[in-house]
């Protein structure tokens, strides 16, 4: 069965970095666009950043442009989410995701065929 497993979350003071990972297993992962989401404590799930399958072309947020970068490696069936000068209302559940569709540009739902567990990330200030 599929299996996405998120993992590196934590807390973190205001402008600090974490690298989230998210394993993938169960499913040709070459074959789907991997994508990003959070969800903080009363708010529903929001789009973070997707990336092609080749790796190629990538969307974020707004909100995280500048400050987030998506990647993936093949060959180990992984997606990373570097996060740098993190701030407090970055504070969130993290969810990694697979859609064997592409995320457009300027996507700003919720859709996978299948998500993570979560992981949470706290940024104090």
């Known amino acids: 069965q599929v299996q996405l497993v998120e993992s590196g979350g934590g807390l973190v003071q205001a402008g600090g970095s974490l690298r989230l990972s998210c394993a993938a297993s169960?499913?040709?992962?070459?074959?789907?666009?991997m994508g990003w989401f959070r969800q903080a404590l009363g708010y529903e799930r929001e789009f973070v950043a997707s990336i092609s399958r080749s790796g190629g072309i990538v969307y974020y947020a707004d909100s995280v442009k500048g400050r987030f970068t998506i990647s993936r490696d093949n060959a180990k069936n992984t997606v990373y989410l570097q996060m740098n000068s993190l701030k407090p209302e970055d504070t969130a559940d993290y969810y990694c995701?697979?859609?064997?569709?592409?995320?457009?540009?300027?996507?700003?739902?919720?859709?996978?065929?299948?998500w993570g567990q979560g992981t949470q990330v706290t940024v104090s200030s």
């Open positions: 995701a697979a859609k064997d569709r592409p995320y457009s540009s300027g996507f700003s739902g919720v859709a996978a065929d299948y």
């Open positions: 169960g499913l040709t992962f070459s074959n789907y666009y």
